[in-house]
Structures are given as C-alpha cells and as structure tokens.
C-alpha cells in the first residue's frame, strides 16, 4: 500500500481552478436561465382562499367523474405566480481530476402578475415583466420583457416552461426550481 502523499496542487493552480469554476458559472446563469415565469390565471378557488394561483390545480374532491383520481392535476390551474428556488443545475455533479467541485449557485425566481424577479449567487439580479403565450398540458410558452440585468437592459426572450407534481416543480433552460412555501 502507497503511503506516500501528494504535494497540494500549487496555489496557482488552485486559482486558476477557481477562476474557471466562476466563469463556467456565469456562463450557466446567462445561457441557462434568468428568464422570469408566465402569469397564471388564478383559480376562484385559489383567490377565494388568498392561497397561491397555483394552490387550487389539485382537483381533489373536485375530480372528474368516472373514476377521476382525487389527486388528479388539472394543467389549467397550475400557476407560474409565486417564489421558486434552483435544486438542479447542469454541471453541478460535476467532479475535477482531483476531486474538486464546482462553486455553489442559487437562483430564486419571484414571479407576481405578470413582473418577476431572479436574484442568485454569485450575485445577481434579473427584473422585467412576462406573458403566457401558449398552454400545453403541464407546459407553457412565456415571453420574458422589459428585461434589466443586473441594472442593464437585456433581450427580450421566449422559452417553455414545463411543470410537474402539479405545479410544484418547473424546468426552465435545463435547470429544475420548486415551489416555496408562502411566508406568514
């Protein structure tokens, strides 16, 4: 058995590990998503209760009958309005040749009538408004305008926007969120 130690990679290195882990990064955040979420329509059984849009697109005792599952998701009611958060993001299992890993990234979209905000780490912060143009099922196409990056204007931009668990989590640009939870 080797028991001998490696020397530590030379500080250098180590820098420009970091500064490559920092530009691959950035280069995610601005190909892969800073783009806001379409407005939904809100649900009378959403407003009515001052939930959140989304709260009422399971349609629980509201099934259809003919042997409608209780926990069936009617796509019409799920909501882009509301707080999500990254859990997954292209490259962040990512492993060095020397066992290094990426630098963390957090992204959390707030999404209210039809303006939305991104704020993340490394810093930055993404403002503008949106629309729903089209609805597929659990998918929906959503215009991002009126865009400002980090205090600058940026392009106005169209993507679909898929949901599953009913509107819990979203896939946007390869990157998963989750529905927060309303504060008190």
């Given at each position: 058995m080797d028991?001998?130690r490696?020397?530590p990679?030379p500080k250098?290195t180590?820098?420009?590990f970091?500064?490559r882990?920092?530009?691959?990064m950035f280069t995610?955040?601005?190909?892969?998503?800073?783009?806001p979420?379409p407005?939904?329509h809100e649900?009378?059984?959403?407003?009515?209760?001052?939930?959140?849009a989304?709260d009422?697109a399971?349609t629980?005792a509201?099934?259809p009958?003919?042997g409608?599952?209780?926990?069936?998701?009617?796509?019409?009611?799920v909501?882009?309005?509301g707080?999500f958060?990254l859990t997954?993001?292209?490259?962040?299992d990512?492993?060095?040749?020397?066992?290094?890993r990426?630098l963390?990234m957090?992204?959390e979209?707030?999404?209210t009538g039809?303006?939305y905000?991104?704020e993340?780490?490394?810093p930055l912060?993404?403002?503008?408004?949106?629309?729903?143009?089209e609805r597929?099922?659990?998918?929906?196409?959503?215009r991002f305008?009126?865009?400002?990056?980090d205090?600058?204007p940026?392009?106005?931009?169209?993507?679909w926007?898929v949901f599953?668990?009913?509107?819990?989590?979203?896939q946007m640009?390869g990157?998963t969120?989750?529905?927060q939870?309303?504060e008190?």
């Amino acid at each position: 058995m080797d028991t001998t130690r490696r020397p530590p990679a030379p500080k250098h290195t180590r820098a420009r590990f970091a500064a490559r882990a920092l530009s691959l990064m950035f280069t995610l955040v601005m190909t892969h998503g800073c783009g806001p979420r379409p407005p939904a329509h809100e649900s009378s059984e959403g407003a009515a209760s001052g939930g959140e849009a989304g709260d009422g697109a399971r349609t629980g005792a509201s099934a259809p009958e003919g042997g409608g599952s209780p926990d069936a998701c009617d796509p019409s009611l799920v909501s882009l309005v509301g707080r999500f958060s990254l859990t997954r993001y292209p490259g962040q299992d990512d492993v060095g040749p020397n066992g290094e890993r990426p630098l963390g990234m957090s992204k959390e979209y707030e999404f209210t009538g039809d303006a939305y905000t991104m704020e993340g780490y490394p810093p930055l912060r993404v403002t503008g408004r949106y629309e729903v143009l089209e609805r597929d099922g659990l998918r929906q196409r959503v215009r991002f305008f009126d865009t400002v990056f980090d205090g600058q204007p940026d392009q106005d931009r169209e993507l679909w926007i898929v949901f599953e668990d009913c509107g819990d989590t979203l896939q946007m640009d390869g990157m998963t969120y989750s529905r927060q939870a309303n504060e008190p």
